[in-house]
């Protein structure tokens, strides 16, 4: 929740409207990419059961907080995999108001 903040006031900055909306997030989390990548292609439809990476074949802990407390309890870590997924998935990194939309939809699960 405390990176969740985070993100939405980075995001107001440049629109002070903003508020994460979960909505968007899982829209954003099932959309297709280079090589029709997605995040939920690894994450699975449903992030509270554990994932299988697309090309290794490993196993991937759940994203959802709710099954996975460790998820997001540090923020250098997300940052690390927003900033090498995305970029693997959108060909760029995302934005502070997508990363906000994305937590907002995973925290709802
Ligand atoms: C971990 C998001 C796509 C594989 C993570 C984490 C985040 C994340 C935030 C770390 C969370 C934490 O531990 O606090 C995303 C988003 C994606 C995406 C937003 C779409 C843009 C993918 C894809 C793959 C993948 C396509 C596989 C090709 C992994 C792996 C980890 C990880 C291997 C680290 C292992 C682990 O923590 O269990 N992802 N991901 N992700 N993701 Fe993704």
Redesign the pocket.
């Known amino acids: 929740a405390g990176l969740l903040e985070r993100y939405s006031e980075e995001a107001r900055r440049e629109a002070p409207a903003y508020a994460a909306s979960a909505a968007r997030g899982e829209a954003?989390?099932h959309?297709r990419?280079k090589d029709d990548?997605?995040?939920?292609?690894?994450?699975t439809d449903k992030p509270v059961v554990a994932?299988r990476?697309?090309?290794?074949g490993?196993p991937?802990?759940p994203?959802a907080p709710a099954a996975?407390p460790?998820?997001?309890?540090?923020a250098a870590?997300?940052?690390?995999?927003?900033r090498?997924?995305?970029k693997?998935?959108?060909e760029r990194p995302?934005s502070a108001a997508?990363?906000g939309d994305?937590?907002a939809y995973?925290l709802e699960q």
């Open positions: 954003l989390f959309q990419g990548w997605r995040c939920a292609g690894c994450h994932g990476h697309l090309v290794t490993k991937i802990a994203l996975n460790e998820r997001f309890n540090d870590r997300a940052e690390k995999w927003f090498r997924n995305c693997d998935v959108f995302c997508e990363k994305l937590l995973l």
